[in-house]
């Protein structure tokens, strides 16, 4: 026989076997039971969850010679069938390979027949969220009202791509991420059943890198067999896997809580230098981080730790300074965050590290963010501002969010007019206000955001397309997607009637469901701005769109020069040059004159 990989030898075959989903298994029990097995189900969760594996044993149980019963036998002549995949009346679909209208036509038609073994039919449509928008409409009269022997179960880890009206049409069930305790559990059990011997530890390890899935970690068991035969433990799970050893991330920690910034580049240097990514290190520095502060809050028993570790990293979170713990994690989860959007990680990972050894992360201001900042009685202005001055006191639009905060006045004078005391208290422009969690996607679904982003922008025409190559897709919010420019003149050219109606064309096609785009102002990874200009000063991004306009005047002439006597130059950055967006820009204007 064929060699068989762990996580297909090792498959359940009944409810019972399928750990971590009491939920889902206990109400397809009942309803098995009380004979009330609906027509259609929707199983959604990450990979490996055995979602496919719930469908195959609910096939099963209503197909078993001693049922439909709720703990199929597993022997007889049906459940050997549907469990080596050769049974005719149980159909697995690879919604992926088959998304388009004439493969659900197809099914349409097969769904009518009598079935040729079993008593019920089975349609397991996997990944159900590939099936175009033309197959979705297509499936919704038979997928509400099939025939009386015919049940459909629909698998997918992006539920969001499903649209509502086959939503509503079947029972939704979520399933779950294995616990630590389960997975270590599971891999203890496939150990033991195949003779092998693993070191506790390891076996931590590898249900920690899996991730809460099943599949996932009996992969990366078979990986670790197979590097070391005779037994698998901490230092061949580190050498597969890349990961870092706990001694190097408590050093880490050490030199953190010292703030001593040369033993933090020389660990660095010598874990890059033994093959560690600096994402996967950045990763792991939080992870371990996260431990410490679980252990200080006297939460490690929470934190499945084993007693020794929880000793250890409690004994180590006593020697970090109050509020470090804190501050670090979310300095590492915004760099976790910003990996994606820079090409130098390591630049990235040792800045961070840094700053949080520095002690930027852990600073918290004196008063709210709402509270003007105090200022001494020397810088005040003794007078107060005059309606001629009252202009002037307003905080124009290129104004950076750092400037100073308005001076506050103990007791407002009877003469001073009301009027030019609310100006002074200017608005807060958007690069002030706190830096938002944007919704990226969960990592368990398959392809990401800048994936999905790719795929819209393939479907745009050219004209639209260089407008949005170089915008950033920031996440979605309900109904709305939202992607971040640079310049405010690129949102305007986004919100003429056109452009906005493309890409809204090109998002539904993609997502599959309608999404309103709307462009926001969004500086990256981009260094801050210098602060304390002056109010007539003007931030780049207003400098640049002056100079596109001034380089595309409207007859088509030659560029005219800035007002300081030079040309304007073009934009280095990795967006569309200056050149590219003035005819673009140019273009715009004269279809809407036009």
Same mark, same amino acid.
Not at 288 to 313: H, K, V
Not at 412 to 425: D, G, T, Y
């Given at each position: 026989?064929?060699?068989?990989?762990?996580?297909r030898?090792?498959?359940?075959?009944?409810?019972?076997?399928? /750990?971590?989903?009491?939920? $889902?298994?206990?109400?397809?029990?009942?309803?098995?039971?009380?004979?009330? $097995?609906?027509?259609?189900?929707?199983?959604?969760?990450?990979?490996?969850t055995?979602?496919?594996?719930?469908?195959?044993?609910?096939?099963?149980?209503?197909?078993?010679?001693?049922?439909?019963?709720?703990?199929?036998?597993?022997?007889?002549?049906?459940?050997?069938?549907i469990?080596?995949?050769?049974?005719?009346?149980?159909?697995?679909?690879?919604?992926?390979?088959?998304?388009?209208i004439?493969?659900?036509?197809?099914?349409?038609?097969?769904?009518?027949?009598? %079935?040729?073994?079993?008593?019920?039919?089975?349609?397991?449509?996997?990944? $159900?969220?590939?099936?175009?928008?033309?197959?979705?409409?297509a499936?919704?009269?038979?997928?509400?009202?099939?025939?009386?022997?015919?049940?459909?179960?629909?698998?997918?880890?992006?539920?969001?791509?499903?649209?509502?009206?086959?939503?509503?049409?079947?029972?939704?069930?979520?399933?779950?991420?294995?616990?630590?305790?389960?997975?270590?559990?599971?891999?203890?059990?496939?150990?033991?059943?195949?003779? /092998?011997?693993?070191?506790?530890?390891?076996?931590?390890?590898?249900?920690?890198?899996s991730?809460?899935?099943?599949?996932?970690?009996?992969?990366?068991?078979?990986? /670790?067999?197979?590097?070391s035969?005779?037994?698998?433990?901490?230092?061949?799970?580190?050498?597969?896997?890349?990961? !870092?050893?706990?001694? &190097?991330? %408590?050093?880490l920690?050490? &030199?953190?809580?010292?703030?001593?910034?040369?033993?933090?580049?020389?660990?660095?240097?010598?874990? $890059?230098?033994?093959?560690?990514?600096?994402?996967?290190?950045? *990763?792991?520095v939080?992870?371990?981080? #996260?431990?410490?502060?679980?252990?200080?809050?006297?939460?490690?028993?929470?934190?499945?730790?084993?007693?020794?570790?929880?000793?250890?990293?409690r004994?180590?979170?006593?020697? /970090?300074?109050?509020?470090?713990?804190?501050?670090?994690?979310?300095?590492?989860?915004?760099?976790?965050?910003?990996? #994606?959007?820079?090409?130098?990680?390591?630049?990235?990972?040792?800045?961070?590290?840094?700053? +949080?050894?520095?002690?930027?992360?852990?600073?918290?201001?004196? @008063? =709210?963010?709402?509270?003007?900042?105090?200022v001494?009685?020397?810088?005040?202005?003794p007078?107060?501002?005059?309606?001629?001055?009252?202009?002037?006191?307003?905080t124009?639009?290129?104004?950076?969010?750092?400037?100073?905060?308005?001076?506050?006045?103990?007791?407002?004078?009877?003469?001073?007019?009301?009027?030019?005391?609310?100006? &002074? *208290?200017?608005? !807060?422009?958007?690069? %002030?206000?706190?830096?938002?969690e944007?919704?990226?996607p969960?990592?368990?679904?398959?392809?990401?955001?800048?994936?999905?982003?790719?795929?819209?922008?393939?479907?745009?025409?050219?004209?639209?397309?260089?407008?949005?190559?170089?915008?950033?897709?920031?996440?979605?919010?309900?109904?709305?997607?939202?992607?971040?420019?640079?310049?405010?003149?690129?949102?305007?050219?986004?919100?003429?009637?056109?452009?906005?109606?493309?890409?809204?064309?090109?998002?539904?096609?993609?997502?599959?469901?309608?999404?309103? !785009?709307?462009?926001?102002e969004?500086?990256?990874?981009?260094?801050?701005?210098?602060?304390?200009p002056?109010?007539?000063?003007?931030?780049?991004?207003?400098?640049?769109?002056?100079?596109?306009?001034r380089? @595309?005047?409207?007859?088509?002439?030659?560029?005219? =020069?800035?007002?300081?006597?030079?040309?304007?130059?073009? @934009?280095?950055?990795?967006?569309?040059?200056?050149?590219?967006f003035?005819?673009?820009?140019?273009?715009?204007? +004269?279809?809407?004159?036009?």
């Amino acid at each position: 026989m064929a060699y068989l990989a762990l996580y297909r030898k090792y498959r359940p075959q009944t409810f019972d076997d399928i /750990m971590g989903q009491d939920h $889902v298994t206990r109400t397809l029990q009942n309803a098995i039971r009380r004979n009330r $097995v609906a027509h259609a189900y929707l199983f959604c969760g990450p990979r490996g969850t055995a979602k496919t594996t719930t469908a195959r044993v609910l096939a099963k149980a209503m197909n078993c010679e001693h049922g439909p019963t709720p703990d199929p036998c597993d022997e007889c002549d049906a459940c050997i069938r549907i469990r080596d995949g050769h049974s005719l009346d149980v159909v697995e679909i690879d919604a992926a390979s088959n998304r388009g209208i004439d493969d659900i036509k197809l099914l349409r038609e097969q769904v009518g027949r009598a %079935s040729a073994q079993e008593r019920t039919k089975f349609y397991i449509i996997d990944e $159900v969220h590939q099936l175009s928008a033309d197959a979705f409409q297509a499936l919704l009269k038979t997928l509400e009202e099939p025939p009386p022997n015919v049940l459909f179960v629909l698998a997918t880890t992006e539920t969001h791509r499903v649209p509502k009206t086959i939503v509503s049409r079947c029972q939704r069930f979520d399933f779950r991420r294995g616990t630590m305790k389960d997975l270590t559990d599971r891999l203890r059990y496939v150990v033991d059943a195949e003779g /092998m011997t693993a070191d506790p530890e390891a076996l931590t390890a590898i249900a920690r890198a899996s991730a809460g899935g099943w599949r996932d970690a009996l992969s990366l068991l078979e990986q /670790m067999a197979a590097y070391s035969p005779e037994t698998v433990d901490l230092a061949a799970v580190n050498a597969v896997l890349g990961s !870092v050893e706990e001694s &190097a991330l %408590s050093e880490l920690a050490d &030199a953190l809580a010292e703030r001593d910034a040369a033993t933090l580049f020389r660990i660095i240097e010598r874990l $890059v230098a033994e093959g560690k990514e600096p994402r996967l290190l950045l *990763s792991s520095v939080g992870a371990y981080l #996260r431990d410490l502060l679980w252990a200080q809050s006297g939460a490690g028993d929470a934190a499945q730790l084993s007693p020794e570790a929880a000793t250890r990293c409690r004994e180590q979170a006593e020697r /970090m300074p109050p509020g470090l713990l804190m501050g670090a994690l979310e300095a590492i989860n915004r760099a976790e965050s910003q990996m #994606r959007w820079v090409s130098d990680h390591r630049l990235l990972l040792e800045l961070t590290l840094l700053r +949080i050894a520095s002690g930027h992360p852990v600073e918290t201001p004196a @008063a =709210p963010p709402s509270a003007p900042a105090p200022v001494t009685p020397s810088a005040r202005n003794p007078e107060p501002p005059t309606k001629a001055e009252a202009p002037r006191a307003k905080t124009p639009r290129s104004a950076p969010a750092t400037a100073p905060p308005p001076l506050a006045e103990e007791e407002p004078s009877a003469s001073a007019p009301a009027a030019p005391v609310r100006e &002074a *208290s200017a608005p !807060v422009e958007p690069d %002030s206000e706190p830096e938002e969690e944007f919704a990226h996607p969960d990592e368990s679904v398959e392809g990401g955001l800048e994936e999905l982003w790719e795929r819209v922008l393939g479907r745009l025409k050219p004209k639209v397309r260089g407008l949005l190559r170089g915008a950033t897709p920031l996440g979605i919010s309900g109904k709305m997607f939202r992607v971040g420019f640079r310049y405010k003149a690129h949102i305007e050219l986004l919100n003429q009637k056109e452009n906005k109606r493309e890409a809204e064309a090109a998002l539904q096609e993609v997502f599959g469901q309608p999404l309103l !785009v709307k462009g926001e102002e969004w500086s990256g990874a981009a260094p801050p701005k210098e602060s304390g200009p002056s109010a007539d000063q003007a931030t780049a991004s207003d400098k640049l769109t002056d100079s596109t306009s001034r380089a @595309a005047p409207k007859d088509g002439g030659a560029p005219r =020069p800035s007002p300081g006597g030079k040309a304007a130059k073009p @934009a280095d950055d990795d967006f569309i040059t200056e050149q590219e967006f003035a005819d673009l820009f140019h273009a715009e204007k +004269i279809e809407g004159d036009d």
